[in-house]
């Protein structure tokens, strides 16, 4: 089962003066109870991700419950260097991973010490601050280093493996070999293929069509 349900073009992007993803952006989904129906404005030629196990698909995110499921993304995403989406857990353990490699050795990982951390070649902690929604992004420098942010400001900056890449990468799960399952919701699920700057999270995180709060 395809994870983007609705292909749509992107000259069917609001021309209202409405938020839109930028000319960089590989691919956005959003979806919620005012919108109806997810929908993912594609620039890589092909559906970009495959639902897994209990992973579903609704008008309020993706969720992946029961830690059975997660989500496989394609090859055309490989070149990302900027992750953006909002979060929120409905149940934590010890190196649950939001998104993550094990071959790119990068993650989000929950931990039972209540808190997320950014796993590269060094660790950083974001906070954490309970079960409700929060944004979520990073940067990588396309060389050796990755900026983590939280509800829109600047939290950490950590240095990247030399080998960093986002080949393999899955939401909700790190590997077939460490599964570390999430449980959770997640939406407005944004990935660029540029760094983008402070300014322009601060933007997705604060005008994006799916902010869920």
Known sequence: MELW????EWSQLPSDGAWTPGATCLGWWYGNAVDGDGKWFDRVGS??????GNATLGTTGLT????DGYVQFASAL???KTWAFWFKFSSYRQY???IGSEASSLGYDMRQSGSVYLSAATYGKLPFSGFDWHHYAWVY???NQIKAYYDGSLVETV???ANWNVTGTRFGSLSATYPRYITGQATDFLAYSSELDAAGISDIYTNSLGRPV
Not at 47 to 52: H, K, Y
Not at 64 to 67: A, C, E, F, H, I
Request: charge should be neutral; charged fraction near 15%; hydrophobic fraction near 35%.
């Open 78 to 80: 490989s070149n990302v």
């Open 5 to 8: 349900q609705d292909l749509l």
């Open 96 to 98: 649950d991973t939001i």
């Open 64 to 67: 992946v419950p029961n830690r």
């Open 47 to 52: 559906r970009p991700g495959t639902l897994i």
């Open 141 to 143: 420098n396309g060389t």
């Open 159 to 161: 240095v990247a493996p």
